[in-house]
């Protein structure tokens, strides 16, 4: 059974920066497309940004495109969010995710909070 | 983008009973593949979405059977055919055929 554990998140002041990663066990992570959600309060989650097998083939939603970065290592089963110039409606959960299309296995969720 | 809608947003069901979710996209979700990415998850307080249904009407492992889905196009359904207590929590819809992806706004199921 495919697991995702996440870590980084916290508290950040406007501008600042944070990086999120995502780590993943019980499957096969250099088969699959990787992704992050996020989701505030009563809405359901939000896509920001997936990322290939090779890492040739990224996209990010228009939200963050030019401050967020995704990235992976396939040899530590893990990716990365890379966030900058962090706004305060950047506040929010964010999960790791496999296979954007589908959303397979879901991480446990990281709370990142952007207030001065 | 596309845009999803869900109906009902709130279902009280009585244990035992059915209950049905539905979902609309603004586009049509097959995809030039072929096949059409409209996935169902759960979301109970405090978790992570947990996938239940993926590409129209694929039950995922574990879930059990009496949850199906079932439509095409821009259409779809989800049902529940004996509600159980622990069926409550709130159902999304997803779209993984146009990008960005996107989820309806959610339906929040409870025990009546």
């Known amino acids: 059974q495919g697991l995702l554990m996440q870590s980084g998140g916290g508290l950040v002041e406007p501008g600042g920066s944070l990086r999120l990663s995502c780590t993943a066990s019980g499957f096969t992570f250099t088969d699959h497309y990787m992704s992050w959600f996020r989701q505030t309060p009563g809405k359901g989650p939000e896509f920001i940004s997936y990322i290939s097998q090779s890492g040739s083939d990224i996209l990010y939603a228009d939200s963050v495109t030019g401050r967020f970065t995704i990235s992976r290592d396939n040899a530590k089963n893990s990716f990365h969010l890379q966030m900058n110039t962090l706004k305060i409606e950047d506040t929010a959960v964010y999960y790791c995710?496999?296979?954007?299309?589908?959303?397979?296995?879901w991480g446990q969720g990281s709370l990142v909070t952007v207030s001065s | 983008d596309v845009v999803m809608t869900q109906s009902p947003l709130s279902l009280s069901v009585t244990l035992g009973q059915p209950a049905s979710i539905s979902c609309r996209s603004s586009h049509s979700l097959v995809y030039v593949t072929g096949h059409t990415y409209l996935n169902w998850f759960l979301q109970r307080p405090g978790q992570s979405p947990r996938r239940l249904i993926y590409?129209?009407?694929n039950r995922d492992s574990g879930v059990p059977d009496r949850f199906s889905g079932s439509g095409s196009g821009t259409d779809f359904t989800l049902q529940i055919h004996r509600v159980e207590a622990e069926d409550v929590g709130t159902y999304y819809c997803?779209?993984?055929?146009?990008?960005?992806?996107?989820f309806g706004p959610g339906t929040k199921v409870d025990i009546k």
């Open positions: 997803m779209q993984g055929t146009h990008s960005p992806f996107s």
């Open positions: 995710a496999s296979e954007p299309r589908t959303g397979g296995h």
């Open positions: 590409q129209v009407s």
